[in-house]
């Protein structure tokens, strides 16, 4: 059984095709789902789990339960420190939160100057990226760090890997192969800017098809 707000798995961040057809894949396996509707409540007897109560009334037996409903950095116990705290320790595009303090890994939030925006990434492949800038600067370069944003998803059969950024709003073109051939690529886009790339089956084309992202994740150069 799998519950979720969405109206497809995983669609607010791969979008509606590929969410639609991880939805079709689920089923297809026998998962029931219950989606756009949220979990309200448990249900237990002697201290264990017996079920699940949603928002629509219904109720559903379960022996075990998995949550996911996000995660917030803990940065309560910098308060008070000086650094400037939202998301996280909010830092420059250098990863620098103040004049000698660094931050990286799940806690910081740093300016990507090649999006123009606030970000702060929780994997493994961004706390090893960004350590080596900071590393980096504190050696005395002047290093942004400007990474493409990387996911992989192994679902049954189905191998997928992301790179940049997707989601529900972009728009999305298939490149390569076919969905109904079940491998393809597709290329995500926002007002014509190439913000994502997604391989389903298809992970050595994917990683080909990633440079057309250098563009959308470089910092502009000043004109001379």
């Known amino acids: 059984m799998l519950a979720g707000l969405g109206d497809a798995v995983m669609g607010d961040h791969l979008g509606g095709l590929?969410?639609?057809?991880?939805?079709?894949?689920?089923?297809?396996?026998?998962?029931?789902?219950?989606?756009?509707?949220?979990?309200?409540?448990?249900?237990?007897?002697?201290?264990?789990?017996?079920?699940?109560?949603?928002a629509s009334g219904e109720?559903?037996?379960?022996?075990?339960?998995?949550?996911?409903?996000?995660?917030r950095p803990a940065v309560g116990w910098l308060a008070g420190s000086g650094l400037t705290l939202g998301d996280g320790v909010e830092c420059d595009a250098r990863c620098r939160a103040a004049d000698g303090v660094y931050a990286l890994g799940d806690m910081a939030s740093w300016q990507h100057e090649g999006l123009g925006r606030r970000l702060r990434l929780e994997n493994r492949t961004n706390a090893v990226e960004q350590a080596q800038v900071v590393a980096a600067n504190l050696l005395g370069e002047d290093r942004p760090y400007v990474p493409?944003?990387?996911?992989?998803?192994?679902?049954?059969?189905?191998?997928?890997?992301?790179h940049g950024f997707l989601g529900r709003d972009a728009h999305v073109d298939v490149v390569e192969g076919a969905p109904e051939e079940n491998r393809f690529v597709a290329?995500?886009?926002?007002?014509?800017?190439?913000?994502?790339?997604?391989?389903?089956?298809?992970?050595?084309?994917?990683?080909?098809?990633?440079?057309?992202l250098t563009e959308a994740f470089t910092p502009e150069k000043p004109h001379a």
Do not use: C, F
């Open 18 to 54: 590929v969410g639609g057809m991880l939805t079709r894949l689920h089923a297809g396996r026998g998962v029931r789902l219950r989606l756009g509707v949220a979990a309200q409540a448990l249900t237990g007897e002697d201290g264990r789990v017996t079920g699940v109560r949603l």
């Open 59 to 71: 109720w559903l037996p379960a022996a075990a339960v998995v949550v996911a409903t996000g995660s």
């Open 148 to 162: 493409v944003p990387y996911l992989w998803t192994d679902q049954y059969d189905v191998k997928i890997q992301a």
């Open 187 to 212: 290329r995500y886009s926002v007002g014509g800017r190439v913000t994502g790339v997604l391989g389903w089956n298809m992970a050595k084309a994917a990683r080909l098809h990633r440079r057309s």
